[in-house]
């Protein structure tokens, strides 16, 4: 007996150990997506595998799947993967397998987007500069350079993915694979090339061979088997596929919106998100994504653009720092509980749909064979509630904007705009150990380029891209102009220019700078000339190049064709636009490395006399990282705009000074409405603060002992204030109604170590300003002290039996409301 025991226990063992190479057969018909001939019903969520670290990647990829998730979604970088031309990189956190293989540990599939334009905010979209620079090519149309190229990368991406196996029929978690990216919004423009390229591109990756389903997103007219997929803050009734076979797939939800310099936050609140997913499975729909799931940072010079910040949060489920983003999170978390128990009579596809009243629907799913149904009862006016009578299956109450689900079609089990998860009250504090910081700075070194000096000439205002391959942020331009006594002294530089931000020195002293975040900008500043002759060294910036948009690639950058023009009193002009010019590209102090500290460097750090508001000047500082697993950020209020690094690792681009406004016409809240259709000018916040103020130092770029932050500040700043900080859940609030559940939980292993307030009954206010109402139960509080301090977690049920009576009038819906402090 025991020896059968121990024989069947290897054998499982066995089994199990084989079973990750178990081949899944991934595909689709009658609308239905199938895996090994099942249909499925999928929630996705995109994390961006260089927007995080590999050392992140477990933790956030577990967090997903906690959340509800079946699958992982990104895009593939092909600018960071092929820097140079046949010269590649996935190291680090560009480690796709790795990255991959982290998605199929945790058991969860695979949706690759190969592109290999990706879009996402991502500098140039995803393609490479050299690319832009080979002659003849034409970007996104039939034309064989570029061809040749896009099929070059997604092969040999394809045939690494292959080569580890992480194709699902392979046994690995890649279950869909992307070809392009939203072709279909920006194709008009390229005419019948664009429409030859597209057949090409379904060629193309037919031909990859790989087992699995290609999509289109945004491609109504997508070649077969291509599927084409939706993609917006809405994707319901509107949307089909163009074939019937297709399942139809919304491959983006934004839960939020990125965030531009000199723009506020965006805010889409869990209600509305939670309404957009119920309303897509009610009207057919069998997978969703998330974009973003964690949303990230744009490490080094990777945000796209123009004007992108640094910080790639997203307001998605998972913050930046990975850090669960509550209610948002728990919401949806409970959202994908409730659907997917009912997956197995959603793919039955057997559903009628009902319109109660103007905006409201009852859709109605069954499975024939065991009866079993589910309800899907929304209401999407904007701001009229609605009791919905059913007779025997109840009446229904459904807030304005919102969408319940009925179990049995006569249980409410979930409504969007009822939340009961968690609010985290985050907060960022102070680092824990020795916080003074003391810095050392040297300047940029500027004389080369302040007497004119480059690495070529020509007579002509070149174009940034093609000039520097975008090897750098800056590009400086320096000409001789000869000036006789005919000319005024007194004169205004002027410089048309398409680049981001200009600095402007004239006979090696700055005169000024100035920015724009449009497509470009004039800029003119007064100067003094001598007789003889002026140097002029104008040094032109990009903050990302852009990333969307018919032909975006060819957006000129830089000071293109100027005019560069010197102005004197009653309108004499010289102009200088075909002077002989010559280049420079990037910083002295970024080809010597002046962020590794490993390097020494020949002219020396010094302490004395740091400088205040000082243009081109590196700094530097040691530091111990902050104790505990809390994520770290560094505070740069006080700072202009530049680079930092840590320990030689970039933390992205910084510009605190870059202060939030509203669009013209909007305005910031401190409220958000979440009724009605979201769009990326709602709920706006962070007006009249930096547009990103804290920069994210993930923890893996840090060791015990000492560690080194470089700073280039390029427009002048004081670092007075600059500091290390930790993100912390401060507080954590709970309101949750009868009959249902309430967990809270701190986070980064910290405990619950008070209870500020509790009431079960009919609570007023908010989380961080909860008042009690009318009523209340005797014991909520020292129950939920019992239940929850000195815990990191806590789960309480929210009934009566729990609390005692509550005293409340019969016809109020009671509710548990609990602050707690981290
Ligand atoms: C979509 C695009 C994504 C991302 C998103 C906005 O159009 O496909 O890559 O750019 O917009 O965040």
Redesign the pocket.
Known sequence: MGLWRDKLLVLGLTLLSLSPSWATDVSFDKGQLLINGEPRIMFSGSIHYPRSTAEMWPDLIQKAKEGGLDAIET?VFWNAHEPYRREYNFEGNLDLVRFLKAVQEAGLYAILRIGPY????WNYGGFPVWLHNLPGVKFRTDNQVFKDEMQNFTTLIVDMIKKEKLLAPQGGPIILTQIE??YG?IMGPYGEEGQRYIQWCAKMAESQNIGIPWVM?QQENAPQPMINTC?GFYCDFGFKPNNPKSPKMWT?N?TG??IGWGLPFHHRAAEDVALAVGRFFQSGGVLQNY?MYHGGTNFGRSSGGPYITTSYD?DAPLDEYGLLNQPKWGHLKRLHEVIKSAEKILVQQSVTHKDIESNVKLSTFTDNSTGNSICFLSNVNNNKDVTVDLQNNGKFFLPAWSLSILADCNKEVYNTAKVSTQISLKTKKPSNVDSELNWVWKPEPLKDTLKGKGSSTTNQLLEQKATATDASDYLWYMTRVKVDASFPKHAILRVNTTGSVLHAFVNKKQIGYEWQSGGGFVFEKPVILKKGVNLISLLSITVGLK??GSFFDLAPNGIVGGPVQLIGSGNVTKDLSLNEWSYKIGLNGEKKQFYDNNLSHKNKWTSEGIPINRSMTWYKTTFKAPLGRNPVVIDMQGMGKGHAWVNGHSLGRFWPTMIAQAPQGYSCSDTCDYRGNYNDHKCFSNCGNPSQRWYHVPRSFLNDEDNTLVLFEEMGGNLAKVNFQTVTVEKACGNAYEGSTLELSCQGGQTISTIEFANFGDPQGKCGSFKKGSCDATNTLSVLEKACVGKESCSINVLEETFGSSNCNINTPKRLAVQAVC
């Open positions: 895009y990706a879009c996402a905010e990216n939203e919004n997103c993609n983006e934004w919106w990125f974009y997203y990333n969307y």
